[in-house]
């Protein structure tokens, strides 16, 4: 691990102004993916902004019938919030199938929308990767992409996001909220917070240097039969081959997002339109622009597969 500087902040504002001095530095709370990431000499920040004494530890109600959950909230305590056991079991039952009881204690509600990808070229500093160092290549092309994204890929990435919490999020239509460095703040559909790869896959998020989230909000809760199917090589806690988080109500209408397929939560409105006409029908038009290698090439039909077993869930 390289030498870093260290500081605790007093506030978010603070936080935020420290970050954008130093154009190396990192915010770090439960630090369970960033830790790990400057151990392997992946991430080298140096200089970290602590910011567990910040507050942002709370789950409140909002003035619209929603759910403001700040950002440091630890993933255990929103899974087993009773509000969120409700209203949002979605996101609750995600949460109970990202990470061991040790992990949930110690992740924030940030920190896993932040989380990098857990593609093998990524993690392996001797092989080319554009997300760890832009320009060098894509070794995940043409190897081992068992794990790797179907849809929305570009020339440059194919890796996928692993956050369930994100997926569920997705489905429920989540606002982000963050604070810059200047000290003015902004709401962030979580539609927009996820990018696709592009030409430019280290840049993984539409935050700003120096931009730290404060909450994530949810609207007001939507009804309906709330699902977390995952699909994964091992029962305990493996990332996502496929996952789907659905909201699904009597009348088969509701709302899809899928995990493992892409660079981000993948949801696409339309596929929400479809899902009374079925798994196939949906699936369709989620994947109608996959672009799979020859090792990944199954997802395709195990998302309509997961999209079927969701479904039959939701009747019964």
């Known amino acids: 691990m390289r030498a870093f500087t260290y500081e605790r902040a007093s506030s978010v504002e603070a936080a935020a102004a420290a970050a954008v001095s130093n154009e190396q530095a990192k915010f770090i709370a439960g630090g369970t993916n960033l830790l790990d990431l400057m151990k392997l000499d992946i991430e080298r920040p140096t200089h970290l902004i602590d910011v567990n004494g910040v507050g942002m530890d709370k789950i409140e109600a909002t003035p619209e019938g929603g759910l403001r959950i700040g950002a440091l909230v630890r993933n255990t305590d929103l899974a087993a919030h009773e509000t969120v056991r409700r209203d949002y079991g979605l996101l609750s ?180 339109r479809e899902l009374a006409n079925g798994a196939k029908a949906t699936a369709c038009v989620l994947m109608a622009d996959a672009r799979p290698e020859e090792g990944n090439r199954f997802k395709i039909k195990l998302v309509e597969r997961t999209l079927g077993a969701v479904i039959s869930e939701a009747g019964d």
């Open 93 to 272: 039952r995600a949460l109970l199938a990202g990470a061991s009881g040790q992990l949930r204690n110690r992740a924030t509600t940030a920190g896993n929308l932040l989380q990098r990808t857990r593609c093998p070229y990524f993690y392996d500093p001797h092989q080319p990767c554009n997300k760890r160092q832009p320009g060098s290549g894509c070794s995940a092309i043409g190897g081992f992409t068992r794990q790797h994204a179907v849809v929305g890929t570009s020339g440059a990435c194919i890796a996928t996001h692993p956050s369930d919490m994100a997926v569920a999020m997705r489905a429920l239509d989540a606002i982000v909220e963050t604070v810059r460095g200047d000290g003015s703040r902004r709401s962030i559909p979580i539609a927009d917070f996820h990018r696709l790869p592009g030409d430019a896959p280290h840049i993984e998020t539409s935050l700003q240097h120096g931009e730290i989230i404060r909450a994530v909000v949810l609207p007001p809760p939507v009804g309906g039969k709330h699902i977390y199917r995952k699909v994964r090589d091992r029962a305990s806690y493996a990332f996502a081959l496929v996952s789907v988080g659905a909201v699904i109500h009597p009348d088969g209408t509701g709302r899809i997002a899928v995990g493992g397929v892409a660079h981000k939560p993948w949801r696409m409105e339309s596929a929400d």
